[in-house]
């Protein structure tokens, strides 16, 4: 939720600017065209966020994986003990 909300925070903060140049420049008409922008750098920030694996969705994939790896680790220690048992018979 926190990815999303500075993401959301950061396409205010760049749309805001592009509104404030578009009202001091008189340009209200080029506004939809700085929204547009700001809207694609916010989104260039979230595929570069995670692309770095900085993202919520990341965080879920890694983890995914340590479970797996975890849960290999275990049969390959289940099966250890198993052989030891039917060496020790």
Excluded: H, T
């Excluded at 979230?46 to 919520?56: C, E, I, K, M, V």
């Amino acid at each position: 939720m926190k990815f999303w909300l500075m993401l959301l925070l950061g396409f205010l903060l760049v749309a805001g600017i592009f509104w404030l140049l578009a009202v001091a420049a008189g340009l209200l008409q080029y506004l939809f065209w700085a929204i547009l922008i700001s809207a694609l750098i916010a989104g260039g920030v979230g595929y570069l966020l995670r692309a770095r694996g900085l993202s919520p969705r990341s965080d879920r994939k890694q983890d995914s994986q340590q479970a797996k790896a975890a849960e290999r680790e275990l049969k390959q220690i289940e099966k250890r003990q198993e052989q030891e048992r039917e060496k020790a018979r």
